[in-house]
């Protein structure tokens, strides 16, 4: 695959779209500066706007976690995972 984009739409609320390297497990609440080094993607998006990420999906095997970096979001359930194979 040579990139993926992701849509994200109008909201309220500030958000922050993380693509994180694999095998990096996030475990709420989340705390960015404990993986500021395992970030492939930081993507804000602020409320009231719209953005599309584009990125180059990663090719090192493994989960790869996608979540929202913003306090709360995760537990919101605003995390998923890529998996690369
Ligand atoms: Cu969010």
Same mark, same amino acid.
């Given at each position: 695959?040579?990139?993926?984009?992701?849509?994200?739409?109008?909201?309220?609320?500030?958000?922050?779209?993380?693509?994180? !390297? $694999? =095998?990096?497990?996030? @475990?709420?609440? &989340?705390?960015?500066?404990?993986?500021k080094?395992?970030?492939? #993607?930081?993507?804000?998006? !602020? $409320? =009231?706007?719209?953005? @599309?990420?584009? &990125?180059?999906?990663?090719?090192?095997?493994?989960?790869?976690? #996608?979540?929202?970096?913003?306090?709360?979001?995760?537990?919101?359930?605003?995390?998923?995972?890529?998996?690369?194979?």
């Open positions: 695959m040579q990139g993926s984009a992701f849509a994200l739409f109008d909201s309220s609320v500030k958000h922050e779209w993380l693509l994180l !390297d $694999a =095998g990096v497990t996030i @475990t709420p609440p &989340f705390d960015e500066e404990a993986v080094d395992s970030l492939l #993607v930081d993507q804000d998006v !602020d $409320a =009231g706007a719209s953005a @599309t990420v584009v &990125f180059t999906a990663p090719t090192k095997p493994g989960e790869h976690e #996608v979540v929202c970096g913003v306090a709360g979001h995760i537990e919101a359930g605003m995390a998923a995972k890529l998996i690369v194979q």
